[in-house]
T-cell receptor, first 114, second 113 residues
Framework: EAQVTQNPRYLITVTGKKLTVTCSQN?????MSWYRQDPGLGLRQIYY???????DKGDVPEGYKVSRKEKRNFPLILESPSPNQTSLYFC?????????????FGPGTRLTVT | QKEVEQNSGPLSVPEGAIASLNCTYS??????FFWYRQYSGKSPELIMF????GDKEDGRFTAQLNKASQYVSLLIRDSQPSDSATYLC?????????????FGQGTTLQVKP
């Protein structure tokens, strides 16, 4: 089954404790992206990657890191989480070209930072 | 700042009616627009996209784009309770097919039996 997986699905952590949210896709997609979704603000892009070792900032990259060492994986790293990073996070992937906008989303990771 | 604006709703329509969801955008350079549907507690899924001025129909769904007015809409005919969800309008946020999407806040649709 073609899918984007994220782990963990739910995470409660404390301020300053480093964490990683994993994202993996089995569709051989070049393009991957991380979004956060907050009430009233919609989906905002954090980082995206157009291929292995190619990443760039989205609209709200502060406090986040990413890496793309393999095509299928695109982990999101919070080096020192803060309460304002409490949010619902989605990973997405897509094919290149104009299909890059037709994105497949993972199930989401609900993160709470206390 | 490139923006996509939607009325958050909720928009409530009776079963069988036409639901009209609207979206405006600020970037005249945006060429393509996308409608994603998100059920409560689930992830967004693409349901329609439109690249050209005019209408595009797919089953009960019709997307409309008016670049002169910077206006995008989604019509859902014969609305069903299963259409109750949040609908996210998104514009292509860059050139050269970067894949960057600018999302609106989403409109919640409630279809009442």
């Amino acid at each position: 089954e073609a899918q984007v997986t994220q782990n963990p699905r739910y995470l409660i952590t404390v301020t300053g404790k480093k964490l990683t949210v994993t994202c993996s896709q089995n569709m051989n997609h070049e393009y991957m992206s991380w979004y956060r979704q907050d009430p009233g603000l919609g989906l905002r892009q954090i980082y995206y990657s157009m291929n292995v070792e190619v990443t760039d900032k989205g609209d709200v990259p502060e406090g986040y890191k990413v890496s793309r060492k393999e095509k299928r994986n695109f982990p999101l790293i919070l080096e020192s989480p803060s309460p304002n990073q409490t949010s619902l996070y989605f990973c997405a992937s897509s094919s290149p070209g104009h299909l890059a906008y037709e994105q497949y989303f993972g199930p989401g990771t609900r993160l709470t930072v206390t | 700042q490139k923006e996509v604006e939607q009325n958050s709703g909720p928009l409530s329509v009776p079963e069988g009616a036409i639901a009209s969801l609207n979206c405006t955008y600020s970037d005249r350079g945006s060429q393509s627009f996308f409608w994603y549907r998100q059920y409560s507690g689930k992830s967004p899924e693409l349901i329609m996209f439109i690249y050209s001025n005019g209408d595009k129909e797919d089953g009960r769904f019709t997307a409309q784009l008016n670049k002169a007015s910077q206006y995008v809409s989604l019509l859902i005919r014969d609305s069903q309770p299963s259409d109750s969800a949040t609908y996210l309008c998104a514009g292509a946020g860059g050139s050269s097919n970067t894949g960057k999407l600018i999302f609106g806040q989403g409109t919640t649709l409630q279809v009442k039996p």
